[in-house]
């Protein structure tokens, strides 16, 4: 039996065309639509081009551009015309890819967006070279939440979890740096990447998909698709359809958020006035500048940790007497890391992810943290 599918009147004109051959009706690229005045030869099997057509009794018949052929007159036409699906294949919208590193578990690419049939213009500053060494230590310091807890699991370190993992961050840093340096202005770099995590008995399989892109030459934007999702048993090592063909420049929510490190980072803000949860923007030179500080400060403990480390000198009796007298030091306040904690605070509040008293309550104990 054969099916049959309900074409509105909008959709459909009819036309009569009683001359010879047949007359164009759309051309695109080295394709033809046409309308054919009938002939027996013309869906006869010594016709291979249209005999699949012939057989199925489409409606509608694409000729290639270069496929001419005189028909004889007949008097009964048939209606060959395009239909709304043929012009939505020809122009929609894609992301073309060209792969860059595709091996069992990381996938990285080279993808341009084209719309009817040509590249649309994106202006990234690129081909950037990023340091293979300074993006490991970006990746591996990314970290997000899952939206299911309380506003005390965003403070929290234990209920912070890293994006990547290490051997993750390890094939990623150079794939993802390697697709900068080649990138044009009008591309951006695509990552897959599968993990498994969950615990070493059952541990499950997860998935990271997202996109990178130099908005400015001290700027680099990292925008996920998903975060650790995890995979059914039965589910290939490939994004499930929900998540297939979701730009991560266009999610509004997800089940994750990420915490961005506010000295040199920010959740990138969306049209809709709010901040996309799963898309960060990091200043590279505000980076580099904190991955200095953090570099000095540890060779500057070293020091003082081999030193600990070293049998106790004799001390005098009054020096001891002398060290027991002086007032105990009060604790350093870690200033930056005051206010890093209220901007976030503050953040999730304006984001209505907090309720007014969440935020009283954690604001207080924030500042009690100062007397």
Same mark, same amino acid.
């Given at each position: ?32 639509? +046409? ?57 929609? +919208? ?119 892109? =130099? ?38 929510? =997800? ?45 500057? +403990? ?46 999730l509040f304006e984001k209505e992810l907090i309720t007014q008293q969440e935020y009283d309550a954690k604001k207080k104990e924030i500042l009690n943290q100062i007397k």
């Amino acid at each position: 039996m054969m099916r049959t599918m309900a074409i509105h009147e909008i959709l459909l004109e009819i036309k009569d065309y009683t001359g010879p051959g047949d007359k164009p009706v759309i051309d695109y690229n080295d394709w033809r639509a +046409a309308i054919l005045n009938y002939d027996m030869d013309l869906f006869s099997e010594r016709n291979p081009v249209l005999r699949r057509a012939g057989r199925k009794a489409r409606s509608l018949v694409v000729l290639k551009y270069n496929f001419r052929r005189t028909l004889s007159m007949k008097r009964i036409a048939i209606i060959l015309f395009i239909v709304t699906i043929f012009l939505s294949a020809c122009t929609a +919208a894609r992301w073309v890819n060209t792969p860059v590193r595709d091996s069992k578990n990381i996938k990285v690419s080279l993808e341009y967006h084209q719309k009817n049939g040509e590249t649309v213009q994106q202006h990234y500053s690129q081909p950037m070279k990023v340091d293979a060494g300074e993006l490991k230590a970006l990746l591996g310091r990314l970290v997000y939440v899952e939206r299911v807890g309380t506003v005390e699991d965003i403070f929290r370190k234990d209920k912070q979890k890293s994006v990547f993992q290490t051997d993750e961050v390890a094939q990623l840093a150079p794939a993802i740096a390697d697709a900068l340096a080649k990138a044009n202005s009008n591309q951006r770099v695509r990552f897959v990447s599968v993990n498994k995590g969950g615990g070493l008995i059952f541990a499950s399989r997860r998935i990271t998909e997202g996109v990178v892109f =130099a908005e400015s030459p001290d700027r680099l934007d990292i925008a996920f698709n998903v975060i650790n999702h995890e995979l059914s048993i039965n589910e290939p090592d490939e994004l499930p359809p929900d998540f297939k063909y979701r730009d991560p420049l266009k999610v509004t929510s =997800a089940w994750t958020m990420l915490i961005p490190e506010t000295s040199y980072s920010h959740l990138n803000p969306l049209d809709n006035g709010k901040d996309s949860p799963i898309w960060i923007v990091v200043d590279l030179q505000k980076f580099q500048n904190a991955s200095k500080n953090e570099a000095a400060i540890t060779a500057a +403990a070293e020091p003082e940790a081999q030193s600990a480390s070293a049998p106790p000198a004799k001390i005098e009796k009054t020096k001891v007497k002398e060290i027991s007298e002086q007032p105990p030091e009060p604790a350093k306040i870690n200033s930056e890391n005051i206010e890093s904690k209220l901007k976030l605070l503050k953040d999730l509040f304006e984001k209505e992810l907090i309720t007014q008293q969440e935020y009283d309550a954690k604001k207080k104990e924030i500042l009690n943290q100062i007397k």
